[in-house]
């Protein structure tokens, strides 16, 4: 076990791509190692299956499997990290921050607490923690997540956990308040009041989602795909309005705005003031990436796109939906998305995009330097089976539109 642990440093398992502790490893046939999301994304963004490591170009996209070894390998990494992280003792492991909760046993470096407790008053470490999980007694008592103001989850006239809402009065309680004070008034439990509000805000923000929806889309443009910066293996409709990526790359002039690399085209209209906004259908497509792009970007390298190198973009890859932040931002992903709404405003510096069915934002950029021209921007990813379909941009709701143009005259 020994030998074998001196192989288990963490430089042995990192993926070159994202600089992390691999997840979900998978083989390349040039015998590279990578995080499975991670070549999937740098090839769906890329005009050739190329290992970012040796470069060797792969003429057929290779079908990635986990790579078992290296995953229990991994695995045993991660156990032994934890393992140690977990050994070494107390002031190493948790001592606590400011702004986070202290141990209150703890004696001189007051470690992290993991918990409180309603019945002591008092918040603990792991190690102080352990005879309210192990002893008869301290097991009824409330635990809670670390709180700094115990108190104020005590009644003050009774000394006593707040543990009911009082729906008569409003109010939190305790169970002897519910007999002595309250003994006539409507109660449920905290945690159930507490979900109930919960429900009712949530309803309330999409609520408000819908009404700023139909905001943004009182600045809808009309936006078509501008050929002459298609990448060479990208099919746009007559129309401009839809674009999927081909099996073959197409000979096309390498004027200055094509771009090369990236699997990509940008709209004819570009933007350098006010507000606008557009919506994209990306039912049944399994990655794609919108947005809009700076007229200066270059178009001719390999890049992961950043607001840094002129992109304001989000995407979706692998059941993954992503703003391409640096580093990027994993976002929820609870249902496919159908439509998506992308929404600028220059002078504010804003980016926001919108799950337009479903009236819920999906990410904002905010406090953006834009200069200069900006222009739509769409990548469809490669074409496998099950990302045939198409990027169309879709018209947005006229009537809409007409309330909101009525409104402003």
């Not at 002893?135 to 115990?150: F, T």
């Not at 049944?284 to 919108?290: D, G, V, Y």
């Not at 739509?376 to 074409?383: E, S």
Request: glycine share 4%.
């Amino acid at each position: 076990m020994s030998a074998a642990s001196c192989l288990l440093s963490e430089d042995r398992f990192l993926c070159s791509i994202c600089q992390d502790v691999f997840t979900d490893p998978v083989s390349t046939p040039c015998g590279h190692n990578f995080c499975k999301n991670c070549i999937s994304q740098h090839w769906d963004i890329s005009e050739r299956f190329e290992c970012p490591m040796c470069k060797k170009v792969f003429y057929t996209k290779t079908e990635l499997h986990i790579n078992s070894f290296i995953s229990e390998m991994v695995s045993q990494f991660r156990l032994e990290t934890q393992q140690k992280s977990t050994s070494s003792s107390s002031s190493e492991q948790q001592a606590a921050k400011p702004g986070e909760v202290p141990c209150d046993i703890c004696t001189g470096t007051k470690l992290k607490a993991l918990k409180s407790c309603l019945v002591c008053l008092a918040s603990y470490c792991q190690t102080h923690l352990e005879p309210h999980l192990t002893m008869k007694g301290l097991k009824r008592h409330q635990l809670i997540d670390p709180e700094e103001n115990l108190e104020g989850r005590m009644c003050m006239k009774h000394d006593q956990p707040l543990e009911l809402f009082c729906k008569t009065d409003q109010t939190c309680v305790c169970m002897l308040c519910s007999v002595i004070d309250h003994k006539t008034h409507e109660f449920v439990p905290l945690r159930e009041e507490y979900e109930g509000k919960k429900a009712e805000l949530g309803k309330d923000m999409k609520k408000l989602f819908e009404a700023e929806l139909k905001r943004v889309q009182q600045y809808a443009v009309d936006v078509t795909l501008d050929p002459d910066t298609a990448h060479p293996k990208l099919i746009l409709s007559r129309n401009g309005k839809q674009v999927h990526c081909g099996d073959r790359r197409k000979k096309r002039p390498d004027n200055p705005e094509r771009f090369l690399v990236f699997l990509c085209v940008s709209g004819k209209q570009s933007f350098s003031s006010g507000r606008f906004y557009f919506e994209v259908q990306v039912k049944e497509k399994t990655r794609w990436i919108l947005g809009v792009v700076r007229e200066s970007v270059n178009r001719k390298k390999k890049i992961t796109p950043s607001p840094e190198k002129g992109y304001w973009t989000v995407g979706v890859y692998e059941n993954i939906c992503v703003a391409f932040e640096d580093p990027e931002v994993r976002l929820p992903l609870q249902s496919g998305f159908e439509k998506v709404g992308v929404f600028v405003d220059y002078e504010e510096g804003l980016v926001s995009f919108y799950d337009a069915d479903h009236a819920a934002l999906i990410y904002s950029f905010t406090g953006c330097s834009f200069t200069g021209k900006l222009y739509p921007f769409f990548c469809p990813g490669v074409n496998d089976d099950d990302n045939s379909a198409p990027l169309i941009i879709c018209p947005v709701n006229q009537s809409v539109r007409s309330f909101y143009m009525r409104k402003c005259e």
